[in-house]
């Protein structure tokens, strides 16, 4: 298993700022993903981070909105730019387990409002 | 397309009653089916993973069930408990495993009352 911590837990923000979500991880990983959850909605991938390559983004999500950084194998930033209150949800870092089965172990979250 | 519908939305129970959660997908290639319990303000917490061949598989109160060929899973939770209220959300893996492939549900909101 993985212990993940993630912060902020929750933060409320004035639109048109950013917001920086920090995570750690209790062993070193190769792939840490970022997930966002918005109210009533299913988890959606956001992006997979990789030590030191640049992220992939999934359809829908751009650097620019989304700049991720992994500056080693145990810890990921993601930050939501220039935020709006559509941003407002709960963001997730994952990292995935070694059994076969890929088993995903999830960060407790942090929800964001943007007002 | 690959989804994951689950039902229903949200279910209220008293507490020590059973219930059961229903997960349809139609996801191909199949890999695995998980289902997870996410608390109000916390991450999910994996509950069961099953494979292809597994039709069934406890974790202490939760019993999930898989049906491959109908494409159907099941959550029973037995005798529930208040700390059982929470969300849980079924999630398919598409063959290759690995969490880009992750397919989720809206999940179901239950609530245990006393």
């Known amino acids: 298993s993985a212990v993940i911590s993630q912060k902020p837990s929750r933060d409320i923000c004035q639109r048109g700022t950013s917001l920086t979500i920090q995570c750690q991880v209790d062993s070193q990983v190769t792939m840490m993903f970022w997930y966002r959850q918005q109210p009533g909605q299913s988890l959606t991938l956001i992006a997979t981070a990789n030590q030191g390559s640049e992220a992939t983004y999934e359809s829908g999500f751009v650097i620019d909105k989304f700049p991720i950084s992994r500056p080693n194998l145990t810890f990921s930033t993601l930050t939501v730019s220039n935020m709006s209150p559509e941003d407002s949800s709960i963001y997730l870092c994952?990292?995935?387990?070694?059994?076969?089965?890929?088993?995903?172990?999830f960060g407790q979250g942090t929800r964001l409002t943007v007002v | 397309k690959n989804q994951v519908e689950q039902s229903p939305q949200s279910l209220i129970i008293l507490e020590g009653k059973n219930c059961t959660l229903q997960c349809n997908y139609t996801v191909s290639p199949f890999s695995n089916l998980r289902w997870y319990k996410q608390d109000t303000g916390r991450g999910p917490v994996s509950l069961t993973i099953?494979?292809?061949?597994?039709n069934t598989k406890s974790n202490g109160r939760y019993t999930a069930t898989l049906d491959a060929d109908t494409k159907q899973s099941s959550l029973h939770i037995t005798a529930s408990q208040l700390s059982d209220s929470a969300s849980y959300i079924c999630?398919?893996?598409?063959?290759?495993?690995?969490?880009?492939?992750?397919?989720f549900g809206k999940g179901t909101k239950l609530s245990v009352k006393p």
């Open positions: 999630v398919v893996t598409a063959y290759g495993g690995s969490q880009g492939n992750l397919i």
């Open positions: 994952s990292v995935e387990g070694t059994g076969t089965n890929y088993e995903a172990f």
């Open positions: 099953m494979t292809f061949s597994e």
